[in-house]
């Protein structure tokens, strides 16, 4: 090879590294001689070259000038690659996005499916997980205990399926989504599916009646809240189905309300009532919803949605009811009316991560400020390191149609700018003709989105909001996240046992997946899911014949690591990634970075 055809190699401060000698040497002796060759001409050229952030001229990598070397020869010969052009505002960044820009990285938003009678088999929720699908919601407003109980097994049974189609243990979280504080009609003809239509200017009765629980009508339904009788008055309005139908009181007479259909529709069974601007006086948790957390504890369920959360003080009642033998589960709060908006701040404090219900939100305060109050949670959630949720109609129309509208797509892509972790289908796989296309068309407008993120500012914003903790881990994980924005780095590793390492890590938003490697910690594996860009491969210990734990070293637990991402796709062969370890056994500081081809 002719040295003068080598590409120059420009170094951080302005210098350029005489590649000839490097190259000379490299051709007549060996990598160890062209690695101390690369020293002795620029050593800051070797901890600097792939960043030009200020954060990892104070870290010294492991392996950082065999990394170098090793990527310098691979790119002997080729052409160099043309300099991206830097955006300097939102405006330039939204002018230089390239609409047939190469999707490299996997999704990283996670994606959450409700099981419902459209994917209640095993043969269906393999499916699913192939799919993309990363948690199971199971909606606690229907069904009985018994029949999830029976979901829940149907769901550990795929996912053991599922691994085995692998070939590695395959990690889905299941999530129980609470009733809460919340008012439902009964059943239409004793049926969950059965449904009525509504008519415009037709006569239609709400009733407190137990006999009518199973014996739902087109003419009256019941209601599970006794005193609407007593709050309720004429002219004021109600709201059924996440405001699909809406009703005007006109007369109350016993336990019945007697109203006027305002905006017509069907009614299906158990669905949601809403009375914007009433005081109702529901408890925060009600005896349902402690027995249905109960039932999360019993089961070893890995994560409660806390429907219509209003202040902080919901949250510690949540964690009293579980206990010690539940401290472990995740509570999301879900934010679904103007109190919870109120105390965002508080609530994001006290809880494990939020869920933006746009349904029921979207009645409780004016329709048209539901975008402003997901940007501001999902904004403050990502300053907190708390995962986002964003739920409710994301792909509604894809129900009963193959296809999603122009307007589902850009709202799940608008999920994903605002900073959203995962985003969440409910009737579509609950009870929708298509299923595993929603899940794919999410997966499609997910990555698409992720790609069009400027992740250099969203870094520096985040660094920015969170300055006032710095310390040497955070040192390094900056780092890590830096060679991800600027460095064309194709995953980052970490080896942890506890989770905390790869969570901060999804804090400062890198544009590759991170992969954590986890020391037969199933629940924090499941739990991962909730955060962007976790890809969690688990590994066991083995024992000795005394039975003692052997443990694997660092270099047999990154092999397995890379094997299995390389397996699921998520890596390749000859692609640079971010090794972030510990140098002491056990868990504890990560303080340990280092850079290699694998």
């Known amino acids: 090879m002719d040295r003068d055809s ?64 090793q990527r310098y020869v691979n790119t002997m010969g080729k052409q160099p690659k043309k300099p991206d052009v830097q955006a300097h505002s939102h405006l330039e960044h939204a002018c230089l996005i390239d609409y047939d820009q190469k999707l490299t990285f996997k999704r990283l938003t996670g994606i959450i499916c409700t099981i419902g009678p459209a994917t209640r088999s095993v043969e269906m929720i393999v499916k699913l997980l192939g799919a993309g699908m990363n948690i199971a919601r199971l909606n606690f407003s229907h069904g009985t205990h018994e029949q999830h109980g029976e979901t829940v097994c149907i769901i550990r049974e795929a996912i053991d399926a599922y691994s085995k189609q692998l070939g590695y243990k395959h990690h889905t979280a299941i999530a129980l989504d609470t009733k809460g504080p919340e008012i439902r009609t009964g ?158 701040a508080n609530i994001i404090e006290a809880s494990d991560g939020i869920m933006v219900a746009r349904g029921d939100l979207g009645i409780e305060i004016p329709a048209e400020k539901v975008f402003l109050a997901q940007k501001s949670i999902f904004a403050q959630c990502n300053r907190a390191g708390k995962p986002g949720i964003c739920a409710t109609q994301m792909l509604e129309s894809m129900i009963k149609k193959p296809r999603p509208t122009r307007a589902e797509l850009s709202d799940v892509a608008n999920a994903v700018l605002d900073g959203a972790d995962c985003v969440m289908l409910s009737g579509e796989t609950a009870k929708g003709d298509y299923p595993l296309e929603c899940v794919d068309t999410m997966v499609r407008v997910c990555r698409e989105a992720e790609a069009a993120i400027w992740s250099d500012n969203l870094f520096t914003d985040l660094v ?20 991800a924005i600027n460095g064309e780095v194709r995953a980052i590793i970490v080896l942890t046992s506890t989770g905390y390492t790869t969570f901060v890590l999804s804090r400062y938003r890198p544009p590759c997946p991170i992969i954590s490697l986890n020391a037969g910690n199933d629940v924090i594996a499941r739990q991962s899911n909730l955060y962007r860009g976790i890809f969690t491969i688990s590994y066991e210990y083995e024992t000795n014949k005394d039975g003692t734990s052997k443990t694997k070293t660092v270099e047999e637990r990154l092999a397995l690591g890379i094997q299995v991402a390389k397996d699921a796709g998520v890596i390749k062969d000859n692609d640079p990634v971010v090794i972030v370890t510990s140098l002491q056994s056990g868990s504890g500081l990560s303080n340990s970075m280092r850079m290699i081809y694998v």
């Open 187 to 344: 059943l239409i003809a004793g049926s969950d599916t059965a449904d009525v239509e509504l008519k415009k200017g037709a006569t239609f009765k709400l009733s407190t009646n137990q006999e009518l629980l199973e014996k739902g009508t087109v003419e009256r339904v019941y209601v599970d809240y006794k005193n609407i009788t007593k709050v309720l008055k004429p002219k004021d309005r109600i709201f059924l189905d996440d405001g699909l139908i809406s009703l005007l009181v006109k007369d109350v007479s016993g336990d019945e309300l007697v109203c006027e259909v305002e905006n017509g529709g069907m009614l299906g069974s158990r669905k949601g009532i809403n009375l914007p601007g009433i005081d109702v006086d529901l408890p925060s948790i009600s005896e349902k919803d402690k027995a249905d957390i109960r039932f999360a504890v019993d089961n070893k369920l890995d994560i409660i949605f806390a429907s219509f959360i209003r202040d902080a003080a919901a949250i510690e009642e949540i964690r009293c009811v579980l206990g010690e033998d539940g401290k472990y589960i995740k509570i999301i709060a879900k934010i679904e009316n103007h109190q919870g908006m109120k105390n965002i």
């Open 6 to 69: 080598l590409p120059r190699v420009p170094d951080t401060h302005g210098d350029v590294v005489d590649e000839k000698l490097f190259s000379d040497l490299y051709i007549r002796t060996s990598w160890v001689d062209a690695q101390v060759a690369l020293d002795q001409i620029d050593k800051r050229h070797a901890l600097n070259c792939v960043f030009n952030n200020g954060f990892a001229r104070d870290i010294t990598f492991m392996g950082s000038t065999h990394f170098m070397s």
């Open 464 to 483: 920015n909001a969170n300055n006032d903790d710095f310390d040497l881990e955070k040192a390094l994980i900056l780092s890590a996240v830096s060679a």
